[in-house]
Each structure stands twice: as structure tokens, then as C-alpha cells.
């Protein structure tokens, strides 16, 4: 892998991740159905697309927009730093000390993990093309649903999902 030393940090795009689930569905040739490989990376994009979108904003509004080599290597590592277990643990621990809108999002973020482990790793639970494009769908309506919260509770929810208290 190489990396140019002077690129600021490039995080994955949700929305490339909700498209790419929905491209995954709608590739077949006329008249075939989706596999069902392509519905469960459907449905496990709808998932990462919401952990990105947290990984980014947790970076974004601990550190800012990297501006040089240091806070680019801080905004790298708060974004690196969220992990899955953490996150979906205190998102719904601290869920009502959030708006509406956070409350949606960590909400959906603990489905959308639920889902993305069937999905990724349950052979004996079944999905349609269907049920994949509502999970991409709420999933994309409950990220835009949080980047309408405050800053103020954006960083609440960066340090509880990314901090481990004492």
C-alpha cells in the first residue's frame, strides 16, 4: 500500500458505501434477482457506510481538517480509533442523553451491526433484495439525520465512543 506523504486523510465515503450496496443490488442482467452474496454486501454496506460516517465525524470534530503533517496523523488515528464493539456498547448506553436525531442514529447503528453480523456471518439467516435496500435506506436517512446534530453532541458522542472511561 502506498500513500502519498502530503495527501491529507482520505476517509471512506458513506455515500459511495450506501451507492455501492445499491449497484450491488441492480448489477444483475435483465430478469435475474440479486445473489445472495450481492444482498448480504448490501446489507453489510448499509452498516459501514454508518461507521464511517462516525469514524469521520468523530476525527472532524475532535481535530479539524488537517491542515499539516501532525494533525493529519491525529486526524488518522481519532478516526482509525473507533471500533466497532465500543461504539455500538455506548451509543446505546448514552442514548438518551441525545437529541432525536442522535437517538435515531445510535439506534439504527446497533440494527445495522445486528444485521451486518447475519449477514457477514450467519448462513442460516436469509435476506431479500428488499429488506437490504430498506436497511441501505434507513441507514443513509439516520446518518443524515445526524449530521443535523450539534456539534456540541458531536463531540460528546466522538469522546464516548472513542475514549474508554475509568
Known amino acids: ?10 476517509p471512506v465515503d458513506w455515500r459511495n458505501l450506501i451507492q455501492a ?35 469521520e465525524s468523530n476525527a472532524s470534530v475532535l481535530v479539524g481538517s488537517p491542515s499539516d503533517a501532525a494533525t493529519a496523523a491525529a486526524w488518522s488515528r ?5 471500533d466497532h464493539t465500543t461504539a455500538r456498547r455506548e451509543l446505546q448506553r448514552h442514548r438518551q442523553e441525545f437529541s432525536v436525531q442522535g437517538r435515531r442514529f445510535a439506534n439504527e447503528f446497533g440494527d445495522m451491526q445486528q444485521f451486518r453480523h447475519s449477514a457477514d456471518y450467519d448462513h442460516t439467516v436469509g435476506f431479500t433484495a428488499q ?9 443513509q436517512a439516520a446518518i443524515l439525520d445526524y449530521t443535523q446534530t450539534s456539534p456540541t453532541e458531536r463531540v460528546h458522542i466522538a469522546t464516548l465512543t472513542l475514549i474508554r472511561p475509568r
Not at 500500500?1 to 482520505?10: K, Y
Open 21 to 55: 450496496g445499491h449497484d450491488l443490488l441492480n448489477a444483475q442482467p435483465a430478469g435475474n434477482s440479486p445473489t445472495n452474496e450481492h444482498i448480504r454486501r448490501a446489507v453489510s454496506n448499509a452498516y459501514y457506510a454508518m461507521f464511517h460516517a462516525l469514524a
Open 131 to 139: 429488506e437490504a435496500i430498506a436497511y441501505l435506506d434507513r441507514a
Open 1 to 10: 500500500m502506498t500513500t502519498a506523504a502530503s495527501s491529507p486523510p482520505a
Open 78 to 82: 481519532a478516526y482509525r480509533g473507533l
